[in-house]
């Protein structure tokens, strides 16, 4: 009984409500979402510390660029021009063309008429009629025309020429005359415009206009032939790429401002034709010629009195350079003694300067004895074993069968 009684009491002991058994459940349940919670804590917490150890949470730094300013920049076109400025060349020409003359040499008929045998060009250079032209143009001329752009011919009387420097001058009866602007031939430098006008192949009354540049200076040309009396070497000429032909001698070479600077007086010709090269004399040569021919109708040459050749002098890098003009002899018709031999130089000195200005070559040398003339004092530096001398001494006249 008792036995009976404690298996009840307990089985009632045991016995619980519906009530109590869910919060029992909700317990369980809480407990066990609290220990995920708390494993979720631990875990995440063990993760975070992991990333703030490597660095993930650190801040990134910045970095602002540094303020622009944008500026709006204009840049000026850059434009390739044209050789030569067309317009230019029209300003030139509309001056310059009636300046320029047709010249022509010929012959009068027993009835007086005219006869052409040949010509070339002319610039007017006084308003009173003086005309600058070649001495192969006019050279063993009698009669010579002159005939202007617009038309008017007139009768030429020939003043003189000179066939050293192929320079000659002719003077027809007119005034109020429009001459040509004179330049300044020392001031031109290679690749500066060159305008030559002329009257090629007589094409006519109007000149005729071509440009290029001033292509080289101190040329030297043998020229003769055909169209001389007898062979000469021309020195110190301009050289210019604009076109010149038959011709065109004794016409002008024109700087950019429409000055003359050059009277064309050659082209250059190989076996296969022209080379497209033309040369002129310089006009500070040419005036110099023109005005001796105007006041002694004849031109005073320099003669120096030797017979020279290239000297040369050994750079520092071993290149030989051009430096004066060796004294081979002492040189004149008959063995006679001028000028410079007189003064005291000798065979194997050599000529450095003449009156301060470098001589450097043969050519220069006797560039510079074109503006000398017989009587003109000089003044020579030579170089004698090492030595400086001077030499003060009057040029002589250059005897004509040299």
């Known amino acids: 009984?008792?036995?009976?009684?404690?298996?009840?009491?307990?089985?009632?002991?045991?016995?619980?409500?519906?009530?109590?058994?869910?919060?029992?459940?909700?317990?369980?349940?809480r407990s066990s979402l609290n220990i995920i919670l708390g494993s979720s804590l631990v875990?995440?917490?063990?993760?975070?510390?992991?990333?703030?150890?490597?660095?993930?949470?650190?801040?990134?730094?910045?970095?602002?660029?540094?303020?622009?300013?944008?500026?709006?920049?204009?840049?000026?076109?850059e434009l390739v021009m044209p050789r030569v400025d067309s317009t230019e060349v029209v300003s030139?020409?509309?001056?310059?063309?009636?300046?320029?003359?047709?010249?022509?040499?010929?012959?009068?008929?027993?009835?007086?008429?005219?006869?052409?045998?040949?010509?070339?060009?002319g610039v007017v250079i006084t308003d009173e009629g003086l005309i600058m032209t070649n001495h192969h143009v006019i050279d063993n001329s009698t009669e010579v025309r002159v005939i202007f752009e617009d038309g008017r011919l007139y009768e030429a009387t020939i003043i003189g020429s000179d066939k050293l420097t192929d320079i000659g001058l002719i003077k027809i009866n007119a005034s109020n005359l429009i001459p040509i602007a004179i330049g300044?031939?020392?001031?031109?430098?290679?690749?500066?415009l060159a305008v030559a006008i002329g009257?090629?192949?007589?094409?006519?009354?109007?000149?005729?206009v071509t440009t290029g540049v001033v292509s080289a200076l101190e040329r030297r040309l043998d020229v003769g032939g055909d169209t001389m009396d007898s062979a000469v070497t021309l020195f110190g000429l301009i050289q210019t790429d604009a076109p010149i032909t038959r011709g065109s001698s004794g016409g002008a070479l024109i700087n950019k401002n429409g000055e003359l600077i050059g009277i064309t007086t050659a082209i250059a010709t190989a076996d296969v034709g022209a080379e497209?090269?033309?040369?002129?004399?310089?006009?500070?040569?040419?005036?110099?010629?023109?005005?001796?021919?105007?006041?002694?109708?004849?031109?005073?040459?320099?003669?120096?009195?030797?017979?020279?050749?290239?000297?040369?002098?050994?750079?520092?890098?071993?290149?030989?350079?051009?430096?004066?003009?060796?004294?081979?002899?002492?040189?004149?018709?008959g063995g006679e003694t001028f000028a410079i031999g007189k003064a005291g130089?000798?065979?194997?000195?050599?000529?450095?300067?003449?009156?301060?200005?470098?001589?450097?070559?043969?050519?220069?040398?006797?560039?510079?004895?074109?503006?000398?003339?017989?009587?003109?004092?000089?003044?020579?530096?030579?170089?004698?074993?090492?030595?400086?001398?001077?030499l003060v001494f009057q040029l002589d006249l250059r005897p004509s069968d040299v």
């Open 43 to 77: 875990s995440s917490g063990i993760i975070l510390s992991f990333l703030f150890l490597f660095g993930i949470f650190d801040e990134e730094e910045i970095v602002l660029p540094e303020p622009i300013t944008i500026t709006e920049t204009v840049r000026e076109k």
């Open 92 to 121: 030139i020409a509309e001056l310059a063309t009636k300046t320029i003359v047709q010249v022509q040499v010929g012959t009068l008929s027993e009835d007086g008429e005219f006869f052409s045998a040949g010509g070339g060009s």
């Open 1 to 29: 009984m008792e036995k009976d009684n404690y298996s009840q009491q307990e089985l009632f002991e045991q016995k619980k409500y519906i009530s109590d058994l869910i919060e029992e459940k909700s317990e369980k349940k």
């Open 199 to 208: 009257h090629p192949l007589t094409l006519g009354a109007a000149p005729t």
């Open 276 to 333: 497209g090269l033309g040369f002129a004399v310089p006009v500070n040569l040419a005036l110099g010629i023109a005005e001796d021919l105007i006041s002694d109708g004849k031109i005073l040459h320099a003669f120096l009195g030797i017979l020279g050749a290239q000297h040369f002098e050994t750079a520092a890098d071993g290149a030989r350079v051009f430096s004066g003009v060796f004294i081979q002899e002492l040189y004149g018709p």
């Open 345 to 390: 130089a000798l065979p194997g000195d050599v000529i450095k300067t003449i009156n301060g200005e470098n001589v450097k070559t043969l050519d220069g040398l006797i560039t510079i004895l074109r503006t000398k003339r017989a009587g003109d004092q000089v003044e020579i530096q030579i170089m004698r074993d090492s030595q400086a001398i001077t």
């Open 184 to 192: 300044n031939s020392d001031n031109m430098l290679v690749g500066d």
